[in-house]
């Protein structure tokens, strides 16, 4: 079983920044696939961006160039630093982790981007 408990969402104005954590229970954090995803009132759950344990990461189109994944595998912490945020990034941003086939997600934290 693996806990994973999300921090930093909030309310920022539009071209604003915010960074989010996740920290992880575990000992193989390293071998986690972790990822961010978010879902907005009324639309599925979408993957933001995820980042392998070689440290490859991908990203939505949508947040290409404004969003990067990061994770500290000394901390068992996965990062989100979203820059430029735009009132449709607001949404809840959940963490993931994948292992061994199984997946893991947070409670989610609400970010709110106002225009």
């Known amino acids: 079983q693996v806990q994973l408990v999300e921090s930093g969402g909030g309310l920022v104005q539009a071209g604003g920044s915010l960074r989010l954590s996740c920290a992880a229970s575990?000992?193989?954090?390293?071998?986690?696939?972790m990822g961010w995803y978010r879902q907005a009132p009324g639309k599925q759950r979408e993957l933001v961006a995820r980042?392998?344990?070689?440290?490859?990461?991908n990203y939505a189109d949508s947040v290409k160039g404004r969003f990067t994944i990061s994770r500290d595998n000394a901390k068992n912490t996965v990062y989100l630093q979203m820059n430029s945020l735009k009132p449709e990034d607001t949404a809840v941003y959940y963490c993931?982790?994948?292992?061994?086939?199984?997946?893991?997600w947070g409670q989610g934290t609400q970010v709110t981007v106002s225009s």
């Open positions: 575990g000992s193989i954090f390293s071998r986690y696939v």
């Open positions: 993931n982790a994948g292992v061994y086939g199984l997946d893991y």
């Open positions: 980042i392998i344990s070689g440290g490859t990461t």
